[in-house]
């Protein structure tokens, strides 16, 4: 590829000095070489981004080196497909919200666990919810379990509560993770429900992916989640404020993100901490991890800048500029719904392969579900931009989830075979 070639595609308003492009296109070729590079399914490769030191306050975006090997670490976690293999064993997610303002959030995190991978899918939601949620899809399992303050009486919520935490529990021990959180809401009686669920949740040793609403009920209730090592937060830009200030007591900190990310998940205990934006920054309070590959300047939901590619030279070429202009011009959050459906497949995968393997392998499956997660959905979200551009939904990028898993961990030889003949 010639660089001058690029250059003359390249409005004269968004150019930049020649050895800024040249270092910018070097740093996407590397990446986006090493991203699809042939690894083998065992082959991996991760670095610790942050020890304690070294990270001063100049420090505004994850250095180089801080990058994990996402998708090396999708392609290790990922189990094969094999045919001896019985329905539950590649995930059982279960979806902890929905009410009656909110029924899509749930719906897009759930069906995003099957479009994975996962075998089953269930959503808890309220009785409003219940019917829209089944209307969306026949694949999902859906419990209209949950009560909301309107619906009952003052003098009813304790019977009604400990009913509610009874049918959950007839459940709970079947699934691999919960995802507590999209379309919650905030109605008090509810978000109380919902801290019975968390508790015995952790009791079972299940692991928990909060969001949203999830991430409002406990930055209020810290001891729901403190000292647990199998809760995973994923709080998006305003989500991760409210998170610092109630936890360390100052505003966000950009210039040293992963220290402050670092600092943040040792205060809380345990838990482990997606933080998304531009580059989604991991850390389990004892190390921090980076992804930044891939990514959608389009964030769904009408938030975040739109910036659309041009069409020039050949689709290598075309593909390569387009990453660039986003590298340099966007900023982005992998936010979608999609996003915590994907950490709770990964997480659940990743705690097989550790259970699985014959030595201690020293790895934290939420922290390895994380990256993997988040290099999915950006995969997905890239793919879905480069067709709908400024039409992309969610569900465009639910849509791509399949491709995305499926580019980055081929089938096996003999499945491709079997789908060639």
């Given amino acids: 590829m010639r660089i001058h070639c690029l250059q003359r595609?390249?409005?004269?308003?968004?150019?930049?000095?020649?050895?800024?492009?040249?270092?910018?296109?070097?740093?996407?070729?590397?990446?986006?070489?090493?991203?699809?590079?042939?690894?083998?399914?065992?082959?991996?490769?991760?670095?610790?981004?942050?020890?304690?030191?070294?990270?001063?306050?100049?420090?505004?975006?994850?250095?180089?080196?801080?990058?994990?090997?996402?998708?090396?670490?999708?392609?290790?976690?990922?189990?094969?497909?094999?045919?001896?293999?019985?329905k539950g064993q590649a995930g059982k997610i279960a979806v902890i919200g929905g009410c009656r303002e909110y029924t899509g959030a749930p719906y897009f995190s759930a069906i995003s666990a099957l479009k994975i991978g996962a075998d089953l899918s269930h959503v808890f939601c309220t009785k409003d919810a219940a019917p829209i949620i089944k209307g969306y899809s026949p694949e999902l399992i859906v419990h209209p379990v949950l009560e909301e303050s309107y619906s009952i009486r003052d003098e009813d919520k304790k019977s009604i509560s400990e009913r509610v935490l009874a049918e959950v529990e007839?459940?709970?021990?079947?699934?691999?993770?919960?995802?507590?959180?999209?379309?919650?809401?905030r109605d008090p009686f509810l978000l109380d429900c919902v801290s019975n669920i968390i508790k015995h949740a952790r009791r079972s040793s299940i692991p928990i992916v909060i969001d949203a609403d999830g991430l409002f009920l406990v930055t209020?209730?810290?001891?729901?989640?403190?000292?647990?090592?199998?809760?995973?937060?994923?709080p998006n830009i305003n989500e991760y404020k409210r998170l610092v200030q109630s936890v360390l007591n100052c505003e966000v900190n950009d210039h040293d993100a992963p220290g402050q990310l670092l600092s943040l998940a040792k205060r809380i205990g345990g838990v482990t901490i997606l933080r998304k934006g531009k580059s989604d920054l991991v850390s389990d309070g004892n190390q921090v991890m980076s992804v930044s590959m891939y990514g959608s300047p389009r964030r769904c939901?009408?938030?975040?800048?739109?910036?659309?590619?041009?069409?020039?030279?050949?689709?290598?070429?075309?593909?390569?500029?387009?990453?660039?202009?986003?590298?340099?011009?966007?900023?982005?959050?992998?936010?979608?719904?999609?996003?915590?459906?994907?950490?709770?497949?990964?997480?659940?995968?990743?705690?097989?392969?550790?259970?699985?393997a014959k030595e201690e392998l020293g790895m934290n499956p939420t922290v390895l579900g994380c990256i993997a997660g988040s290099a999915l959905v950006r995969k997905a979200a890239l793919l879905a931009f480069e067709n709908k551009r400024r039409s992309t939904l969610t569900g465009d990028i639910i849509e791509c989830l399949g491709r995305s898993l499926d580019e980055i961990c081929p089938l096996s030889g003999v499945h491709r075979s079997l789908l060639d003949q």
């Fill in 170 to 185: 007839k459940w709970m021990e079947r699934f691999d993770c919960l995802v507590v959180g999209p379309g919650l809401g």
């Fill in 301 to 356: 939901g009408g938030q975040g800048d739109i910036l659309s590619g041009r069409q020039i030279i050949s689709s290598k070429v075309k593909r390569l500029l387009f990453s660039w202009l986003i590298t340099i011009f966007s900023q982005y959050e992998t936010s979608y719904s999609s996003a915590d459906a994907s950490v709770a497949v990964f997480v659940s995968w990743a705690r097989q392969y550790i259970s699985s």
């Fill in 220 to 234: 209020n209730s810290l001891d729901l989640i403190s000292g647990y090592p199998l809760a995973i937060l994923t």
């Fill in 9 to 86: 595609s390249i409005p004269s308003s968004c150019m930049l000095n020649s050895s800024a492009i040249i270092r910018r296109q070097q740093f996407l070729i590397r990446a986006l070489g090493g991203c699809c590079s042939h690894q083998t399914h065992h082959q991996f490769r991760m670095q610790s981004m942050f020890s304690g030191s070294g990270l001063g306050a100049d420090a505004v975006q994850p250095k180089k080196g801080l990058d994990a090997d996402a998708c090396g670490i999708l392609r290790l976690i990922t189990p094969p497909v094999d045919p001896t293999r019985y």
